[in-house]
Nanobody, 124 residues
Framework: QVQLVESGGGLVQAGGSLRLSCAASGRIISIKYMEWYRQPPGRQRELVAAITSDGDTNYADSVKGRFTISRDFIKNMMYLQMNNLKPEDTAVYYC??????????????????WGQGTQVTVSS
């Protein structure tokens, strides 16, 4: 079984920084992409940042210039460095990844996985 586990959330004042981590474990043959989502209180889950197997990145407009996504391909880890945090960044942050644990008919069988989430609270 594959698991995604987030860590690094917490309470920080506006203008501060946090670094989130996502660890993928279990039987992993390949990871196609990894993403960070967040769900603010009372709102829908939204994509924050994504990184492909080639290292290409993509960010929501609201976090560009403040957040940086990165991956450790050897350790199957993903990170989100969050700087200059704002109260509107308050949310539960989730790790998402498309992972292949087996090969079927000669091709990787991709499955979408989610972590349990980590709370980030930014006080004004």
């Amino acid at each position: 079984q594959v698991q995604l586990v987030e860590s690094g959330g917490g309470l920080v004042q506006a203008g501060g920084s946090l670094r989130l981590s996502c660890a993928a474990s279990g039987r992993i043959i390949s990871i196609k992409y990894m993403e960070w989502y967040r769900q603010p209180p009372g709102r829908q889950r939204e994509l924050v940042a994504a990184i492909t197997s080639d290292g290409d990145t993509n960010y929501a407009d609201s976090v560009k210039g403040r957040f940086t996504i990165s991956r450790d391909f050897i350790k199957n880890m993903m990170y989100l460095q969050m700087n200059n945090l704002k109260p509107e960044d308050t949310a539960v942050y989730y790790c998402n990844a498309e992972i292949a644990s087996e090969v079927l008919a000669g091709s990787p069988y991709w499955v979408d996985y989610w972590g349990q989430g980590t709370q980030v609270t930014v006080s004004s």
